[in-house]
């Protein structure tokens, strides 16, 4: 790791502003300024406060992560030129340079056997997406979100689903925090935060695991600076070395960026990849051996407290140690701190559910926040960091295989209408289907689907067996490209967020709803998603079984939410009342539980064997100048890295594979290589080792964790090699 690199400071508000300047600083400025919900990070901003301010009234002076979202989305059109070229040519192209070529203003089709894109009229686009739909059977298709979309879009993608005849049914959640959804389910009885933003302001200890947000969740540091200035702590779990959690320099702060970055972590604890459970069971072990569990809360609001205690205490340090590599002192000394904490807040990211056994994972972390009764009392509680603006949104208005029974029998009540029963196939099962040739139609709202899935060569092969793919988004991307040399594809574009002709709303990761107005003009091609949809629904749907039309409003579909989903009931009036709100039932602080018994439940789970067939193990992650799969610039500024092609590897493992910072390795697993990557010292657990998502997807297999579907994108087992390439 290069030495003295800071998070954040000077340097970030030049780029920012330099990012700025190219789209033009008065267009970035109304862009940011406008009363609609940040379009990037889950954690959540604008809304009717208007532009970066956040729920608490907080005005954060740069993130430029923001920025960057609305860089892509401020440029004009793609010159119609481009799609002289075909795939082929385009394909040249890496995902930086797709997005820049411009914003989609006009639908553009690729027919099966063709060598590229054409574009065609809005009237040929519906003719062809309603053939292709009308030609399948239900049960051969289905239908992906990505966490961009709205609600009112969301809620009308899963609709039209279903009333056409399928659940095939999922979101990008699939690939992130599913894990988070099925262990908090089990754990608390629903599947999001605890806390709310409001709570980070007077917690005086901050556990944040497998999370980087110096990079993902910029003002996410603010908070963890603030707990440690107020005499908090601030325990940060992660096998790297980030230089952003070490220190970071906060813009707005120019003492901070005078000495060169204030402090974030108290105490930085760096396991082996996969080793996260194993910790959280030394910490446990370690504050029951301290006594300090909270009793009377275990006794009063939990299930199964005794059977964990018993399993901790039957668990060896040494196989805590040798599971983790962290030592018994070090995680005394740990739990010795959140003994003392009077308010806890257990904050992740996919660090903990990128793994076959992430549902284990988190229940873990609920079962270390429970154990002290820091779950359901205010300031205190459970923090999943989401990536994209809306994908927690998606998921509460039913873009999922499986609707809570609740949700289902609403639905079916409200509509008078009969939804299909059979379960719906999630993510990684829909392209299963589709390499077994049992998918003939797709589609996807949103998002980069063959780049966020693993094992590259193989979702390539299996989106091309489905025979059309319509895909709806701003700009273009590889799946617009990829796995489509023998099928067909349509693919629309849409406005975004702040360019929507009616209002939309949001969901944070906080549970917070906002509300965001849209309504700025910037290209005649696009069209809003909720109109798309409902065009394609009124061809697939007799009028008699179900009116679509109905929806053209999109109060409208606010108020079907409100019925239909509980918890939303105030979504109905938040155009008139402008009154943005949290989702009922979920914020806890107090010991109310949703599951049957009213008690939160401890949940035992053996601390996993990772496979090791080959000597490394590899995380896939993301880098400062990454949003998800779009790559905004190929320099890591805080890693230090220049390129993308570059491993991080411990220097015991450089020396041992004779070579140094700087030259270049192979990287081999069971699916795939990267080969020529340029290995970069840093700080890490000896054989881990760290490579960019989605890079690196062509490493990492379809293995997934059996409870929440998703892939193992952060505990891949791999063997390095000097490479053969000249250095
Ligand atoms: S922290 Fe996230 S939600 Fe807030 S402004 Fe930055 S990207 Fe947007």
Same mark, same amino acid.
């Given at each position: 790791?290069?030495?003295?690199?800071?998070?954040?400071?000077?340097?970030?508000?030049?780029?920012?502003?330099?990012?700025?300047?190219?789209?033009?600083?008065?267009?970035?400025?109304?862009?940011?300024?406008?009363?609609?919900?940040?379009?990037?990070?889950?954690?959540?901003?604008?809304?009717?406060?208007?532009?970066?301010?956040?729920?608490?009234?907080?005005?954060?002076?740069?993130?430029?992560?923001?920025?960057?979202?609305?860089?892509?989305?401020?440029?004009?059109?793609?010159?119609?030129?481009?799609?002289?070229?075909?795939?082929?040519?385009?394909?040249?192209?890496?995902?930086?340079?797709?997005?820049?070529?411009?914003?989609?203003?006009?639908?553009?089709?690729?027919?099966?056997?063709?060598?590229?894109?054409?574009?065609?009229?809005?009237?040929?686009?519906?003719?062809?997406?309603?053939?292709?739909?009308?030609?399948?059977?239900?049960?051969?298709?289905?239908?992906?979100?990505?966490?961009?979309?709205?609600?009112?879009?969301?809620?009308?993608?899963?609709?039209?689903?279903?009333?056409?005849?399928?659940?095939?049914?999922?979101?990008?959640?699939?690939?992130?925090?599913?894990?988070?959804?099925?262990?908090?389910?089990?754990?608390?009885?629903?599947?999001?935060?605890?806390?709310?933003?409001?709570?980070?302001?007077?917690?005086?200890?901050?556990?944040?695991?497998?999370?980087?947000?110096? !990079?993902?969740?910029?003002?996410?540091?603010?908070?963890?600076?603030?707990?440690?200035?107020?005499?908090?702590?601030?325990?940060?779990?992660?096998?790297?070395?980030?230089?952003?959690?070490?220190?970071?320099?906060?813009?707005?702060?120019?003492?901070?960026?005078?000495?060169?970055?204030?402090?974030?972590?108290?105490?930085?604890?760096?396991?082996?990849?996969?080793?996260?459970?194993?910790?959280?069971?030394?910490?446990?072990?370690?504050?029951?051996?301290?006594?300090?569990?909270?009793?009377?809360?275990?006794?009063?609001?939990?299930?199964?407290?005794?059977?964990?205690?018993?399993?901790?205490?039957?668990? !060896?340090?040494?196989?805590?140690?040798?599971?983790?590599?962290?030592?018994?002192?070090?995680?005394?000394?740990?739990?010795?701190?959140?003994?003392?904490?009077?308010?806890?807040?257990?904050?992740?990211?996919?660090?903990?559910?990128?793994?076959?056994?992430?549902?284990?994972?988190?229940?873990?972390?609920?079962?270390?926040?429970?154990?002290?009764?820091?779950?359901?009392?205010?300031?205190?509680?459970?923090?999943?960091?989401?990536?994209?603006?809306?994908?927690?949104?998606?998921?509460?208005?039913?873009?999922?295989?499986?609707?809570?029974?609740?949700?289902?029998?609403?639905?079916?009540?409200?509509?008078?209408?009969?939804?299909?029963?059979?379960?719906?196939?999630?993510?990684?099962?829909?392209?299963?289907?589709?390499?077994?040739?049992?998918?003939?139609?797709?589609?996807?709202?949103?998002?980069?689907?063959?780049?966020?899935?693993?094992?590259?060569?193989?979702?390539?092969?299996?989106?091309?067996?489905?025979?059309?793919?319509?895909?709806?988004?701003?700009?273009?991307?590889?799946?617009?490209?990829?796995?489509?040399?023998?099928?067909?594809?349509?693919?629309?574009?849409?406005?975004?967020?702040?360019?929507?002709?009616?209002?939309?709303?949001?969901?944070?990761?906080?549970?917070?709803?906002?509300?965001?107005?849209?309504?700025?003009?910037?290209?005649?091609?696009?069209?809003?998603?909720?109109?798309?949809?409902?065009?394609?629904?009124?061809?697939?749907?007799?009028?008699?079984?179900?009116?679509?039309?109905?929806?053209?409003?999109?109060?409208?579909?606010?108020?079907?939410?409100?019925?239909?989903?509980?918890?939303?009931?105030?979504?109905? !009036?938040?155009?008139?009342?402008?009154?943005?709100?949290?989702?009922?039932?979920?914020?806890?602080?107090?010991?109310?539980?949703?599951?049957?018994?009213?008690?939160?439940?401890?949940?035992?789970?053996?601390?996993?064997?990772?496979?090791?067939?080959?000597?490394?193990?590899?995380?896939?992650?993301?880098?400062?100048?990454?949003?998800?799969?779009?790559?905004?610039?190929?320099?890591?500024?805080?890693?230090?890295?220049?390129?993308?092609?570059?491993?991080?590897?411990?220097?015991?493992?450089?020396?041992?594979?004779?070579?140094?910072?700087?030259?270049?390795?192979?990287?081999?697993?069971?699916?795939?290589?990267?080969?020529?990557?340029?290995?970069?010292?840093?700080?890490?657990?000896?054989?881990?080792?760290?490579?960019?998502?989605?890079?690196?997807?062509?490493?990492? !297999?379809?293995?997934?964790?059996?409870?929440?579907?998703?892939?193992?994108?952060?505990?891949?087992?791999?063997?390095?090699?000097?490479?053969?390439?000249?250095?």
């Amino acid at each position: 790791m290069k030495d003295n690199i800071t998070g954040g400071g000077l340097k970030k508000v030049l780029y920012t502003l330099k990012l700025a300047q190219k789209t033009g600083l008065r267009s970035t400025a109304k862009a940011l300024n406008s009363r609609n919900t940040c379009k990037t990070c889950g954690l959540g901003m604008g809304g009717q406060r208007g532009g970066m301010t956040n729920e608490l009234g907080e005005f954060p002076s740069v993130c430029n992560k923001s920025v960057q979202a609305q860089s892509t989305d401020l440029q004009p059109p793609i010159p119609l030129e481009v799609f002289n070229h075909d795939l082929h040519d385009l394909k040249e192209l890496d995902e930086s340079e797709l997005a820049k070529l411009g914003r989609l203003t006009t639908p553009i089709y690729k027919a099966a056997g063709a060598l590229g894109y054409t574009p065609v009229s809005w009237q040929e686009a519906a003719s062809i997406s309603a053939k292709a739909f009308r030609n399948s059977q239900p049960e051969r298709t289905f239908f992906y979100s990505s966490g961009r979309s709205s609600n009112e879009a969301g809620f009308i993608l899963q609709l039209l689903a279903r009333i056409y005849g399928t659940n095939n049914v999922s979101n990008c959640s699939y690939y992130c925090h599913q894990a988070t959804s099925e262990g908090l389910g089990q754990s608390i009885g629903h599947g999001t935060a605890t806390v709310e933003l409001e709570d980070l302001s007077s917690c005086d200890f901050i556990m944040l695991l497998g999370a980087n947000p110096a !990079s993902n969740h910029p003002r996410f540091i603010y908070k963890l600076q603030a707990c440690r200035e107020r005499g908090g702590e601030v325990v940060i779990v992660n096998p790297a070395k980030e230089p952003g959690l070490v220190r970071f320099a906060m813009p707005k702060s120019a003492r901070s960026l005078l000495i060169g970055g204030s402090p974030i972590a108290t105490e930085y604890l760096q396991p082996n990849i996969g080793g996260d459970l194993a910790l959280l069971r030394g910490i446990a072990k370690a504050v029951i051996e301290q006594d300090g569990c909270a009793k009377a809360f275990l006794a009063a609001h939990t299930d199964d407290a005794q059977v964990y205690i018993d399993a901790v205490k039957n668990t !060896s340090w040494q196989e805590i140690a040798e599971a983790c590599g962290i030592g018994c002192d070090e995680i005394q000394r740990v739990a010795q701190k959140y003994c003392q904490a009077k308010h806890a807040v257990f904050a992740w990211g996919m660090g903990i559910t990128h793994h076959k056994h992430g549902v284990d994972n988190v229940e873990e972390i609920a079962n270390l926040a429970l154990l002290r009764g820091m779950i359901g009392r205010p300031y205190s509680g459970l923090l999943p960091l989401r990536g994209h603006s809306n994908v927690q949104g998606i998921g509460t208005i039913g873009v999922k295989p499986v609707l809570s029974s609740e949700v289902f029998e609403a639905i079916e009540k409200h509509f008078d209408v009969e939804l299909p029963t059979k379960v719906g196939m999630d993510t990684m099962a829909c392209l299963e289907a589709a390499d077994r040739g049992e998918i003939d139609a797709a589609l996807l709202m949103g998002g980069n689907l063959y780049s966020a899935t693993p094992n590259s060569t193989w979702a390539k092969s299996a989106l091309d067996r489905i025979g059309f793919t319509l895909c709806l988004t701003t700009t273009l991307n590889r799946t617009h490209l990829y796995g489509l040399d023998n099928s067909s594809a349509l693919v629309l574009p849409v406005k975004a967020r702040d360019e929507e002709h009616q209002a939309t709303t949001q969901e944070s990761m906080f549970n917070y709803i906002r509300l965001s107005d849209g309504g700025i003009h910037r290209h005649d091609g696009a069209r809003s998603e909720v109109d798309i949809l409902i065009e394609l629904a009124s061809q697939l749907v007799d009028v008699a079984k179900f009116d679509f039309k109905q929806f053209h409003q999109h109060k409208s579909i606010r108020a079907a939410i409100a019925a239909t989903v509980p918890g939303l009931e105030q979504l109905a !009036s938040i155009d008139v009342a402008k009154r943005e709100f949290h989702v009922n039932n979920r914020i806890l602080h107090s010991p109310v539980f949703n599951t049957t018994s009213g008690r939160a439940r401890f949940n035992v789970n053996p601390i996993p064997t990772l496979s090791t067939n080959r000597p490394y193990t590899l995380a896939s992650v993301r880098s400062e100048g990454q949003f998800n799969t779009i790559i905004y610039e190929q320099a890591d500024t805080y890693r230090g890295a220049t390129i993308r092609e570059c491993l991080f590897i411990n220097a015991a493992d450089l020396a041992s594979l004779g070579i140094k910072d700087g030259d270049l390795v192979d990287v081999h697993s069971d699916t795939g290589s990267l080969l020529g990557y340029q290995a970069i010292l840093f700080d890490l657990p000896r054989s881990n080792v760290l490579a960019y998502f989605p890079e690196a997807n062509i490493l990492i !297999s379809t293995d997934r964790d059996e409870r929440s579907k998703t892939p193992a994108f952060k505990s891949v087992s791999v063997s390095i090699v000097a490479s053969k390439t000249a250095n």
